[in-house]
């Protein structure tokens, strides 16, 4: 039985400030409540053990285990008494987004000045990558190009002197040290290099991995890792082992590691034609689109209170082998990103709170008066709140009669307070609703929790999307660790007590927002720092629609007031075509510009009105 009995006042007796006698419990009482915490601590550990088992790939977009994990919360909403919350009938809410795919293999070949022919293999000695394009070549020449970066600033450019126009482009991955520094941070990336070679009129480019890459083995990334894409390079990409490389360069006594000690001691370039040496290649790929879900089950309200829902949330997803936002950058391997807080715990927490309030009120234990339930399990949050953002976008439940929005992400690590000892809990969005700080605060008085609230609001979570519609939202979670976007974020590290008692804490508070015949108002929060919180580069303010978003700019779904784009006049609907004088054909090229940005610069943005045709430029300065 999941029925929870209270020995304290209800919350709602809390907050009207009712007085009752308490009884102390009996002795049977307390071993039925220890039972009932161990049960539910005994569901938790089970749903995030395999939520973040190796079967479940890191519930990365293009992995099977994404769609495992989708179908296991769709079932546990149906054992929990939930009803589908689709019209279609199922429990998901199917959306796509932009990405790529193979046609057939891919064909890579090198024909040497010697009659050398190189047949390479695809998986074994080479992948084609998704953040490129389709494209073929025959008997193209070949340029090293150190590690394909120009750099006026630092006067360091690989491809300077160099004739790449119609050729094949060779580059180290990572970066050079110049003086014992990365000056290079933002032009390292993958998408970066392709960009550059683009620019240079390459006919394609081949990565390879630098020594540090490749220290623990030369692994490629295979296709599917670079498929999930808000836009691709114009030009054939591939990854290739070094040993492939090692063979073009043999024929003229160079090799690849000493050239590359080489750059970094001299702290200049050493690129060069390799010439005697033609690539010939064929990628066929198709710009598809990757088909995501959330999933979504409904407890129907009743009485006065029914036509409004809360809703309950948390994103599913994560990582899968490394992917955008993982460990890739800093590890340089593919991994199973296992994901077990981030989000396995808040998914996990859900399906709880769905089967304790589907047993509530099959017992008829909430009021009679309540409003509708609707638990939500989101989709594509790592790439960039994409689940929640649709759900607000087309909602299936209307968004002026949402009464309030709770979300858990990232609640499996609950630590202690240095200060108190107290178990600390983050809070963010009390300020959405003049009530909530009250609410919170007088629920919390039963769990003693050290509450953190943050009067900024960045645009960390799925609760985002709900509050730029105006919606309150709550969102609770237990901070970032070591472990976070890597792979040793597993199931072993939860602390499935401390998860338990949020989950306690959470069902008090969803029972007075269920319940409550207050009116809430909503009130505009404070936003935060730019990439959600957690980057240190200049932010901008706004969301950009996905669904809209292609190769011909970026499309703004909604800007935050008081953000500086909101202050140089960017609306929703607007187009941003250029950004500091870089065409602007997708969210990469947007990031790779605005990682080269300072906080306090002002820049040019070049835009296109909804409904308008002709450009217009407006200056943006950056906080």
């Known amino acids: 039985m999941l029925v929870r009995k209270r020995w304290l006042c209800s919350t709602l007796c809390l907050l009207c400030g009712v007085a009752f006698l308490v009884a102390t419990p009996t002795r049977s009482e307390n071993e039925i409540a220890k039972k009932t915490a161990a049960e539910s601590e005994a569901r938790l550990k089970r749903d995030v053990t395999y939520l973040a088992s190796d079967e479940l790939e890191g519930r990365g977009p293009t992995t099977k285990g994404l769609d495992l994990a989708a179908d296991y919360i769709a079932d546990q909403f149906k054992k929990a008494g939930l009803k589908p919350g689709n019209p279609d009938g199922t429990y998901f809410q199917p959306f796509d987004i932009p990405g790529s795919a193979l046609v057939e293999p891919a064909k890579l070949t090198f024909a040497g000045p010697k009659k050398e022919a190189l047949d390479l293999k695809q998986g074994e000695d080479f992948w084609p990558m998704g953040l490129g394009n389709a494209g073929k070549g025959k008997d193209l020449g070949v340029v090293f190009a150190g ?15 160099l004739d790449v126009e119609d050729k094949v482009v ?52 295979d296709f599917n890792f670079t498929a999930v894409r808000q836009g691709t390079g114009g030009i054939p990409t591939f990854m290739v082992k070094r040993e492939v490389i ?8 160079l090799d690849l590691t000493k050239l590359e000690e080489t750059i970094n001691k001299e702290k200049a370039p050493h690129s060069a034609e390799l010439k005697g040496w033609a690539a010939t290649f ?5 710009h598809d689109h990757i088909h995501l879900k959330n999933v979504i089950g409904v407890l129907d309200g009743a009485g006065d209170l029914a036509k409004e829902t809360v809703v309950v949330g948390a994103h599913y997803d994560h990582l899968g082998y490394g992917g955008a936002g993982g460990s890739l950058a800093r590890l340089k391997k593919m991994a199973i990103h296992h994901g077990a807080d981030d989000n396995g715990s808040g998914s996990t927490s859900v399906m709880e709170l769905s089967r304790r309030f589907g047993e509530l009120i099959k017992d008829g234990d909430l009021a009679k008066s309540r409003r509708r339930m609707v638990f939500m399990t989101f989709s594509g949050e790592e790439l960039g709140l994409l689940g929640s953002a649709h759900y607000a976008k087309n909602p299936i439940f209307p968004l002026e009669s949402t009464y309030a929005m709770v979300n858990l992400d990232m609640v499996g690590r609950l630590p202690k307070d240095k200060d108190t000892g107290k178990e600390k809990l983050l809070v963010e969005g009390s300020t959405t609703a003049k009530s909530f ?16 609230k943050n009067d900024t609001f960045p645009a960390n979570s799925d609760h985002f999307s709900f509050y730029q519609k105006k919606v309150p939202v709550l969102f609770f979670w237990t901070g970032i660790h070591p472990d976070y976007h890597r792979p040793t974020d597993t199931a072993d590290k939860i602390n499935v007590e401390g998860m338990r008692r949020i989950v306690d804490l959470s069902e008090d508070v969803l029972k007075e927002l269920v319940a409550s015949d207050k009116k809430l108002e909503y009130v505009a929060g404070k936003s935060g720092g730019g990439g959600g919180g957690r980057s240190d ?39 941003i075509v250029e950004m500091a004088g870089s065409p602007m054909k997708n969210m990469e090229t947007y990031m790779e510009v605005i990682r080269k940005q300072k906080k306090g610069d002002t820049i040019d943005l070049v835009i296109v009105r909804k409904g308008k045709t002709e450009k217009e430029t407006v200056k943006v300065k950056l906080e």
């Open 537 to 575: 580069f200049p932010r901008m303010g706004f969301t950009p629609d996905y669904d809209a978003t292609g190769d011909k700019g970026i499309v703004i779904s909604a800007v935050n007031d008081g953000e500086p784009a909101a202050k140089a006049g960017i609306k929703a609907g607007d187009t």
């Open 282 to 286: 064929e990628i066929k790929m198709r």
């Open 437 to 452: 700080d009250e609410l919170v605060e007088a629920v919390n008085k039963k769990y003693g929790f050290e509450l953190k």
């Open 147 to 161: 590690f394909g970066i120009t750099n006026t600033t630092q006067k360091y450019d690989d491809y300077e002197g």
């Open 246 to 253: 090692e063979k073009l360069l043999k024929s003229f006594d």
């Open 170 to 221: 060779v580059v180290l991955r990572g970066m050079p040290t110049l003086n014992g520094q990365t000056p290079f941070r933002g032009q390292q990336g993958l998408q970066s290099k392709v960009t550059s070679a683009e620019k240079h009129k390459a006919a394609a480019i081949i990565i390879v991995n630098d020594v540090d890459s490749a220290k623990d083995g030369d692994d490629l990334v």
